[in-house]
Structure formats: structure tokens, C-alpha cells
């Protein structure tokens, strides 16, 4: 097992100066880093106000000595290499526990493959959990969205859970600049702890989808979708605002939940799968075909170090052109600025390839 910290990746594989990649928090000025070799990040690349990521657990899975959140990434997309990403965590959910992921829209094929992840939720006795989509399509009403599921293969390995399915509950959101509740599916309140299981590719209105999108369109109902879609100011249409204020609003939902179950390193964890990386979201009913490669399946006990991650894994693939092009045009790497500015996670991390 070897690890390195972002700094170095990025130098490793030369895309140091990537504008998608310079041009955000915590990019690879160089200044104040570990000599080569060390697994701990820059404390100093967290945003001002931001609680220190190395301040929760003590088994060293969230961070290395200077702060930086530790990333677990392996190249094998297969249930083993899924197991071995999640154990990576050491973590062990207990209670009540639901795994979080897209069921897809009819029509899609990129959503993540019961092949690949029926043992593991198996494993870990889960609840998939869902929430019914703001737009018309076949997962818009719980009778037609269970039926997705099953057509799709969920309920073949486990109970699903569409959480609105009895109305929402608000979950305060701290520090926002858009939003001060986000309104979640009521079941959530049901769960002790939440395993974020994300598909990583494209989005058409956020430039990409990951951990951040997983936990905050993805688990608000209909109604606290339109409130991050209109960035706080309509809870019944979608409103038209500013690109920033919705890429803002989609952190402070996250956070909000993030906060329901403790911050990073509490009742959360977080899994993205980066292969059938489409340029387009699992919520499109008629996706563009992937361009480029399948990477790998990285792990991490903060949601923004790990979208980070798979940002610069993109900007390192040698043919990541089309799905750079939609998350820039799209401002995406926003989010991750927004996140790490109001405390959801922190964008400096230690990759630890599982693989070495």
C-alpha cells in the first residue's frame, strides 16, 4: 500500500498547472509540503474557517499528520476491489444502515451494476435508500420508482427505501449562504448510519456528479430539490439562479446532512466508483456514450476530499477531454470550493493506492 499526497499525484502524472486544477483551493502551489514520501497533506490548504479534517477519528483513516484527508483508491473495479475500499475506511456501520446510491432513469445503462455491488451491500445487512426525482420520468412517483428498481436489479439484493415517500423533514443547514434548511426524504430519520455509494461521471447542470451530489439532490425530496435547484429562494419550481449559487447550494445541502450524522468521520462514509464515465448523469434517460477509460473505486471518510480526488484522477487521464469540458463549462470544481469553505470536508488529501 503506498501513498502520496495531492501535491505529489498531480506532479506525478503532470497535470500540476491543469487550469480545472490549479485554479481551485488547495492547488499545488508547493509551498509548505511534506518532503516526498510523507502521507500527510497541507494543513495550510484548508479554507479560512474550516474545521481541521484530522479532528475526528483516531484510526488514522481520515487524516495524516498535517490534515490532509486520506483517500483510499484502487484500480480494480470488481466487488472484491469494492470490499477492499470499503474495509480500507475502518469503519464498521452499525444500527440501522442504508447505502445511498442511484437507481437510474429507465432508458440509462451507466448506473452502477448490481454484478458489481449486490455483495457488499449484502454485507453490510443495508437498506438502498432513494429518493423520487423533481422531473417528470419514471422515478418521479414511489410506485413507478420501486418499479425502476426492480427492473434495474435492487430489489433483488436488498430492501429499497424511497424515503419521501411520507413527505420530508428539514435538517437545518449552518453556515450557508443560500440555504438554512434542507429538506430531506422523512425516512432518513430512520437511519443510523448512511454509506454514500456514488456513481462519478458528468451531470448537465452540475458539471459532474459525485459523494456531494449523492447526499444532497440525492437525498432531498421533491420539494428540497427545488430549494437547492432555485439556490433557497422557491421550494416549488426550480427557479433560474446564478451557476455558483447552485453549485453553493448543492454543499450546503450535503453539509446539512453531513451534519445529521456527526461531520466527517461520524455515522457517514463515502464510496464513488468511477467507471461508464459519461459525460452525462444517471438521471438522464438517454446518456452520451463514455469517452474515456474506467479508473477505479476510491473511499474516503470526507465527501469533498474524495470528489476532489476523482476531479484530478479525470484531469490525469490521458482521455478525460470530453468529461474536463463538461465539468469546466459547468464551473464544477465550485462546489468543492463552497464545500471546503463552509466545513463540509476539505479538498487537501493523501491518495493511498490500494494497489502498491
Known amino acids: ?57 483516531t484510526d488514522g483513516s481520515v487524516s495524516g499528520d498535517g490534515g490532509a484527508s486520506r483517500v483510499f483508491f484502487t484500480r480494480d473495479i470488481s466487488p472484491a476491489g469494492l470490499q477492499a475500499a470499503f474495509d480500507a475506511l475502518g469503519v464498521e456501520p452499525a444500527g440501522n444502515v442504508a447505502v445511498k446510491l442511484s437507481t437510474g432513469e429507465p432508458g440509462g445503462n451507466n448506473f452502477l451494476s448490481t454484478d458489481l455491488i449486490g455483495d457488499f451491500v449484502r454485507s453490510l445487512g443495508a437498506t438502498i435508500v432513494e429518493c423520487n426525482t ?23 439484493i436488498a430492501d429499497v427505501d424511497i424515503m419521501d415517500a411520507e413527505g420530508s423533514i428539514s435538517l437545518p443547514v449552518t453556515g450557508g449562504a443560500h440555504l438554512t434548511e434542507d429538506l430531506v426524504g422523512a425516512h432518513l430519520a430512520n437511519y443510523d448510519y448512511v454509506v454514500s455509494l456514488a456513481h462519478f461521471k ?60 456527526g461531520g466527517v468521520g461520524g455515522s457517514m462514509c463515502y464510496v464513488n466508483v468511477m467507471n461508464r464515465l459519461s459525460v452525462d448523469c444517471d438521471c438522464d434517460s438517454h446518456p452520451a456514450e463514455p469517452e474515456m477509460a474506467d479508473i477505479g473505486i476510491l473511499a474516503s471518510l470526507d ?54
Request: charged share 15%.
Open 134 to 156: 423533481a422531473y417528470g420520468g419514471a422515478r418521479s412517483s414511489t410506485e413507478s420508482h420501486l418499479q425502476a428498481a426492480a427492473d434495474h436489479g435492487f430489489t433483488a
Open 303 to 356: 465527501p469533498v476530499a474524495l470528489d476532489r480526488a476523482c476531479v484530478d484522477l479525470v484531469y490525469a487521464a490521458p482521455d478525460g477531454a470530453a468529461l474536463i469540458e463538461r465539468m469546466e463549462s459547468r464551473h464544477g470544481a465550485h462546489t468543492l470550493e463552497h464545500a471546503e469553505a463552509i466545513g463540509l470536508g476539505s479538498q487537501s488529501y493523501t491518495l493511498v493506492d490500494l494497489d502498491a
Open 202 to 261: 458528468g451531470h448537465a447542470m452540475g458539471g459532474f456528479g459525485g459523494a456531494i451530489k449523492n447526499c444532497s439532490i440525492g437525498i432531498a425530496a421533491r420539494e428540497g430539490k427545488m430549494l437547492i435547484h432555485s439556490a433557497g429562494t422557491s421550494a416549488t419550481s426550480w427557479g433560474n439562479p446564478a451557476q455558483d449559487d447552485f453549485l453553493e447550494s448543492m454543499a450546503e445541502a450535503a453539509k446539512a446532512v453531513s451534519d445529521h450524522f
Open 1 to 57: 500500500m503506498g501513498s502520496m499526497t495531492r501535491k505529489a499525484f498531480l506532479a506525478s502524472v503532470g497535470v500540476l498547472a491543469a487550469a480545472g486544477v490549479a485554479g481551485c483551493a488547495g492547488g499545488a502551489s508547493g509551498e509548505g509540503e511534506p518532503a516526498a514520501g510523507s502521507v500527510s497533506g497541507r494543513a495550510e490548504d484548508s479554507a479560512p474557517g474550516t474545521a481541521p479534517a484530522g479532528s475526528a477519528p
